[in-house]
Antibody, heavy 119, light 111 residues
């Protein structure tokens, strides 16, 4: 059974930094692209970042230069380092496993980690 | 403002059929990129409902179906049940923006 468990969500001040982690199990982690998707309170879903199985990285314009996605295949863990946080970064952040085929299908989702940026 | 446009809400009585539209553009759905649908039950994470326009993952009832035409896609739910009350999100890719895109989500209310 695929499991994705996020951790690290908390309250942080504007301009601060935070690292989210996602522990993955139930599949061969290093074979799949992984993503972060966020959902602001009462809003829709927003793609944040992707890291491929070959470690290529992609970012939404809204986070480019501030967020860094990475993975540790030895620990089956996905990360996102978030710097220079702003109020509009407040959201639930989901760790998502790609299906591994073409089409950018988000096959499995974690339960989410809440990040609140406020003074 | 989302790049894919969905109605904010739809509703239907138990047993009825409802559809949720997802309007894109010539650089997203119209460019041939697949549309996927996710169901988000209250207080939970999204779950893959339909992939590749009209493919149901194992365990998803055949009451759910998807279609795509031109620059738009639709999700149809037949035999509506109370447990279908949820938010539904469509997702695709935009070649001009070079990124994954979502609709704003549609809240389905079962009357």
């Amino acid at each position: 059974e695929v499991q994705l468990v996020e951790s690290g969500g908390t309250l942080v001040q504007p301009g601060g930094s935070l690292r989210l982690s996602c522990a993955a199990s139930g599949f061969t982690f290093n074979n799949y692209a992984m993503r972060w998707v966020r959902q602001a309170p009462g809003k829709g879903l927003e793609w944040v970042s992707t890291i491929t199985s070959g470690d290529a990285t992609f970012y939404a314009d809204s986070v480019k230069g501030r967020f860094t996605i990475s993975r540790d295949n030895s620990k089956n863990t996905l990360y996102v380092q978030m710097n220079s946080l702003r109020a509009d970064d407040t959201a639930v952040y989901y760790c998502v496993k790609d299906r591994g085929t073409s089409g950018w299908v988000m096959e499995y989702w974690g339960q989410g980690a809440l990040v609140t940026v406020s003074s | 403002q989302s790049v894919l446009t969905q109605p904010p809400s739809v509703s239907g009585a138990p047993g009825q059929r409802v559809t949720i539209s997802c309007a894109g553009s010539s650089s997203s759905i119209g460019a041939g990129h697949d549309v996927h649908w996710y169901q988000q039950l209250p207080g939970t994470a999204p779950k893959l409902l339909i992939s590749g326009n009209n493919n149901r993952p194992s365990g998803v009832p055949d009451r759910f179906s998807g279609s795509k035409s031109g620059t738009s896609a639709s999700l149809a739910i037949t035999g509506l049940q109370a447990e279908d009350e949820a938010d539904y999100h469509c997702q695709s890719y935009d070649s001009s923006l070079s990124r994954i895109i979502f609709g704003g989500g549609t809240k389905l209310t079962v009357l």
